[in-house]
């Protein structure tokens, strides 16, 4: 009976880090990332229990620091499952920072450590929501693939680069028709043209033939 009390009362830490996995998970989930509520809360529990574990279940004389390196490590590639790379941009990689980060919660509430956990936990959910803010600072600058076809005419392709605020053509395929020449150029642009806008570039520029976006590429 008296083995029993303590791991109950070590129950308590693991409770801890599932509450406050949940609200790390929460804040995510409500930005519709690859990683919600489930994922952070197991993550900071699995965390928890494993420094528990290592603090308890092996005697005075154990090296206890070993299993918990071993958690930070084997989180990481646990993180790196959820960053893809899609549409030129990287995606992911906050999140799975997050998932990160959150084992280190569970990792001070297996040591009790409990107002570093519960510190870390609202300076993490304070900084994701900082910086979703919609001001200039945290704004998140994004590119689009453009494919534009144009007769290479008076200087037609620095007009381009203008137009998109851009200082080369990341691809350039050049085609000779008589006596004519015809680029079919690819560029990277921050600006984001609707279709109407594009439509107005193509009337406003008669040496333009086609604008294509091709993000999903």
């Known amino acids: 009976m008296k083995d029993i009390i303590p791991q109950l009362w070590l129950l308590i830490d693991i409770l801890l ?12 989930k409500k930005r ?18 494993m420094m528990i574990v290592s603090l308890y279940g092996f005697g005075p ?17 646990l993180g790196a499952g959820i960053i893809i790379y899609r549409k030129q941009e990287i995606k992911g990689l906050t999140t799975a920072a997050g998932v990160w980060a959150t084992a280190g919660v569970g990792m001070a509430c297996g040591g009790r450590l409990y107002i570093l ?19 200039a ?9 453009v494919n534009i076809v144009f007769l290479q005419i008076n200087g037609a392709n620095k007009k381009i680069k203008g137009i998109f605020g851009v200082d080369r053509f990341n691809q ?12 079919s150029a690819t560029l990277i642009t921050d600006k984001e043209l609707s279709s109407t806008q ?12 086609s604008i294509e976006r091709c993000d999903d590429n």
């Open 117 to 135: 956990a519960f510190g870390a936990t609202i300076i993490m959910i304070g900084i994701q929501m900082l910086f979703h803010l919609k001001i």
């Open 61 to 77: 004389d154990a090296d206890t620091a070993r299993v918990a390196a071993q958690i930070v490590s084997g989180v990481g590639f």
């Open 172 to 183: 350039l395929i050049i085609v000779r028709e008589g006596e004519s020449i015809k680029y």
């Open 198 to 209: 594009l439509d107005e570039i193509i009337r406003e520029n008669d040496f333009i033939y």
């Open 17 to 28: 880090s599932a509450f406050l996995g949940f609200f790390i998970g929460l804040e995510r």
């Open 137 to 145: 600072p945290f704004k998140t600058v994004k590119h689009f693939s």
């Open 32 to 49: 519709f990332k690859e990683a919600g509520i489930r994922t952070h809360t197991l993550v900071s529990i699995g965390a928890c229990l």
